[in-house]
């Protein structure tokens, strides 16, 4: 056999061995997989009005719409181990996806019409060839291997009119309002990492966030964006309500044990709104503000 | 039988030998499946941080905390793991939400190696386990 046949046969084998890791069609390109799905989530099936509950494990295709309910979270493993975590509220699609683990290459773009995300960067590919992007209605977020969070809509406008780099003044749109903040690696990072970076463009103006905890929010489309600025503790926090299940009543969740499974979202909503039914005036009132003080830890604070 | 289609062939056979050591490392599916149980996704997590996959980690713990948010551990090691990546204020967040919670020496002390000098969660009150 000669040479090039080798080559060819090498090719094959890389296209192949990623067409068996996603175990999918070769026709819907897979993407990656859900990884862990939390109370309502659906995916609207690329270029159909059909839409589906999300389940763990299930292949993500290019262009699948996510989308996720109150309380609800998706996380999406890419096929270069990137992490995409969809929090509460979202609507979310992978709509460029390019991966050759063979010459280490990777593009990929994602986008965010509204809700909170998370994105940490694949290890496999070091030196990304081509560009990672992340866009919200007025930014467009150029990822250099790291970890960043976000957040667009009505819930970024809340969280960031209460830092004090950005106040209540600001005039924003719900449906574009978009909050970034830069988690990490920081320059003291352990491990195999490097720190990491995002590159914030708004319009004609690019921002550079560098340092865990940096944030920058652009209020809608024509204004300039504001920052970057440390983010507050109390916006972290609230940012992180809608990116986490906690233990607090309401997070859900199985128990130590594991006997509670409300992996796939259904059977938890379903939970959650008998629990609901069942509660009596009182009672359902108190554990509402328990629950709405886990969303808004702003009214944890006396005044 | 062309060339071409004997690479194709090949590649096909050569794809279904080398199909199942990529699911142990790197398969995305298989990294799923781990952390729809508590123990083998917490020993997944220590084999990603003992390779030095600290961002993989970081991930597998987020996914185990999805199902599990009571694990104590499984919090401690994430927030630990934000300290090694240089995120001080996002481990004292997550910090925070053990308070009250009962926490192991063995597991702390894992947090004040990463973390150094960090508040500890207070403890339970009196009278209760969890």
Same mark, same amino acid.
């Given at each position: ?70 309380? +609800? ?31 280490? +290459? ?22 990304? +060839? ?63 990492? +490097? ?109 | ?74 919090? %401690? ?15 004292? %967040?997550?910090?925070? %939400? ?33």
């Amino acid at each position: 056999m000669s040479g090039p046949i080798f080559t060819r046969l090498g090719r094959t084998a890389a296209v192949l061995a990623a067409a068996g890791m996603t175990g999918s069609p070769v026709l819907a390109q897979a993407v990656g997989v859900n990884a862990a799905v939390r109370n309502k989530v659906v995916i609207r099936g690329a270029g159909t009005n059909k839409v589906r509950p999300a389940v763990v494990r299930e292949r993500v295709i290019l262009n699948d719409e996510v989308r996720t309910g109150t309380a +609800s979270q998706l996380q999406i493993l890419l096929l270069d181990r990137t992490t995409f975590t969809v929090g509460a509220n979202a609507q979310v699609a992978v709509d460029r996806f390019v991966y050759n683990p063979a010459a280490n +290459s990777r593009s990929t773009g994602v986008s965010v019409t509204r809700g909170a995300f998370r994105f940490m960067s694949g290890r496999t590919v070091r030196r990304p +060839s081509g560009p990672v992007s992340v866009r919200t209605p007025v930014a467009t977020i150029g990822v250099r291997g790291t970890i960043f969070e976000g957040v667009v809509g009505e819930d970024a406008i809340r969280i960031a009119s209460r830092e004090a780099a950005v106040g209540k003044k600001v005039r924003a749109k719900k449906d574009e309002a978009s909050l970034i903040v830069l988690r990490g690696p920081g320059p003291r990072t352990q491990g195999d990492t +490097s720190p990491g970076a995002v590159d914030v463009t708004v319009g004609d103006r690019t921002v550079t966030l560098d340092g865990p905890g940096l944030a920058l929010y652009a209020p809608r489309v024509g204004a300039p964006p504001i920052g970057p600025f440390q983010i507050s503790a109390a916006g972290l926090q609230a940012l992180q309500s809608l990116l986490r299940t906690t233990a607090e009543p309401g997070g859900g969740g199985k128990g130590k044990d594991g006997t509670t499974d409300a992996l796939l979202g259904v059977a938890g909503v379903a939970a959650v709104v008998g629990g609901a039914v069942l509660l009596g005036g009182k009672k359902k009132k108190k554990e509402q503000q328990e629950q709405d003080t886990q969303q808004d830890p702003y009214r944890q604070s006396p005044n | 039988m062309t060339a071409k289609m004997l690479s194709f062939l090949l590649g096909l056979s050569v794809a279904a030998l080398l199909a199942p050591a990529a699911r142990a490392q790197d398969d995305p599916d298989a990294l799923a499946a781990a952390t729809q149980q508590l123990d083998s996704g917490m020993a997944l997590a220590r084999r990603q941080i003992a390779a030095s996959d600290l961002t993989g980690a970081l991930g597998t713990l987020e996914r185990l905390l999805f199902a599990y948010p009571e694990v104590v551990p499984a919090r %401690l090691l994430y927030a630990s793991l934000l300290c090694r990546l240089d995120d001080r204020q996002g481990a004292e %967040l997550e910090l925070g %939400l053990l308070a009250g919670k009962p926490i192991a020496e063995a597991d702390w002390a894992g947090v004040a190696a990463a973390c150094g000098a960090v508040p500890r969660p207070p403890p339970p009150k009196k009278g209760k386990n969890r």
